[in-house]
């Protein structure tokens, strides 16, 4: 049996979902139609604030490995903050035109329930990193132009689910998490034929205006919650879930795939 293989085998083992990603129609494993607003807090480094992402009700924890990040995280910390996460919050790898080498690490050492992919990733590497690991990934899609949010239609059938971001200004480090709002009115053209997550610049104050103009069912944050770039505040993190999950969607977005 390969590495890869091995890696795949001890996730499903460890947290009981990953094998029901290729067999089911929600392989994320949550019905937000059902279940009311999703949110996911990213770029988690800590255990004081991951335990309060998941008491607080996060539905997603983040943790991010992309090294010029003020949020990366080292492989062995983040295998401890998933271990605490697992069971109670859908633990996200998120990951920047990553090689198979440091995913097959991050796979074998921290067993995301979820890859979320952050960089110029084609559908064709998509599909091939949803077989190659049998786990639910999620793309991200940075706009700036209706033309970038009609670009998400190309993974329709490749990633289980769409995270639309801001752009990042020219020039940035960083692809996402520079508290970026993008205009959301330019999502209007294809917020009814994907399932997704709405990110860029949320905060406690913005979040239920985000949902009510995108119908969003899914929230992401990062910089929204943070005192300093990759410094997360639990106070912080507490209000935007409560804010967020408080919250009413306009429109009966599709589920995840």
């Given at each position: 049996?390969?590495?890869t293989s091995s890696a795949c085998?001890?996730?499903?083992?460890?947290?009981?979902?990953?094998t029901?990603?290729?067999h089911?129609?929600?392989?994320?494993?949550?019905?937000?139609a059902?279940m009311g607003i999703?949110?996911?807090?990213c770029?988690l480094?800590?255990?004081?604030?991951?335990?309060?992402a998941v008491?607080?009700?996060?539905d997603?924890?983040?943790l991010v490995?992309?090294?010029?990040?003020?949020?990366?995280?080292?492989?062995?910390d983040a295998?401890m903050?998933?271990t605490r996460?697992r069971?109670?919050?859908?633990?996200?790898?998120?990951v920047v035109?990553?090689?198979?080498a440091?995913l097959?690490?991050?796979?074998?050492?921290?067993?995301?329930?979820?890859?979320?992919?952050?960089g110029?990733?084609?559908?064709?590497?998509v599909h091939?990193l949803?077989?190659?690991y049998?786990?639910?990934?999620?793309?991200?899609?940075k706009?700036?132009?209706?033309?970038?949010?009609?670009?998400?239609?190309?993974?329709?059938?490749?990633?289980?689910l769409?995270?639309f971001?801001?752009?990042?200004?020219?020039?940035?480090?960083l692809?996402?998490?520079?508290?970026?709002v993008?205009?959301?009115?330019?999502?209007?053209g294809?917020?009814?034929?994907?399932?997704f997550?709405?990110s860029?610049?949320?905060?406690?104050?913005?979040?239920?205006a985000?949902?009510r103009?995108t119908?969003?069912l899914?929230?992401d944050?990062?910089s929204g919650?943070e005192?300093?770039?990759g410094?997360?505040?639990?106070?912080?993190?507490?209000?935007?879930?409560v804010?967020?999950?408080a919250?009413?969607h306009v429109a009966?977005?599709?589920?995840?795939r």
């Amino acid at each position: 049996m390969n590495s890869t293989s091995s890696a795949c085998d001890a996730v499903a083992q460890g947290n009981g979902h990953t094998t029901d990603f290729l067999h089911s129609r929600h392989p994320l494993g949550h019905n937000p139609a059902m279940m009311g607003i999703e949110v996911k807090i990213c770029g988690l480094k800590t255990v004081e604030t991951l335990d309060a992402a998941v008491h607080f009700g996060a539905d997603y924890v983040g943790l991010v490995f992309f090294a010029k990040s003020p949020r990366n995280i080292a492989l062995p910390d983040a295998a401890m903050l998933a271990t605490r996460a697992r069971g109670k919050s859908k633990i996200v790898g998120l990951v920047v035109d990553a090689d198979n080498a440091l995913l097959d690490a991050i796979m074998r050492q921290v067993m995301p329930d979820i890859l979320q992919l952050h960089g110029e990733e084609t559908p064709d590497r998509v599909h091939e990193l949803k077989k190659r690991y049998g786990c639910g990934i999620i793309k991200a899609i940075k706009v700036e132009t209706a033309d970038d949010a009609q670009s998400a239609l190309d993974y329709v059938d490749a990633a289980n689910l769409i995270l639309f971001d801001a752009k990042a200004p020219k020039g940035a480090v960083l692809p996402g998490g520079n508290g970026h709002v993008f205009d959301w009115r330019l999502l209007d053209g294809v917020k009814g034929r994907v399932p997704f997550m709405l990110s860029g610049g949320l905060t406690t104050g913005n979040v239920s205006a985000a949902i009510r103009a995108t119908g969003a069912l899914r929230v992401d944050v990062s910089s929204g919650v943070e005192s300093a770039p990759g410094t997360k505040d639990v106070a912080m993190i507490s209000s935007f879930i409560v804010a967020a999950k408080a919250s009413t969607h306009v429109a009966n977005m599709p589920n995840i795939r």
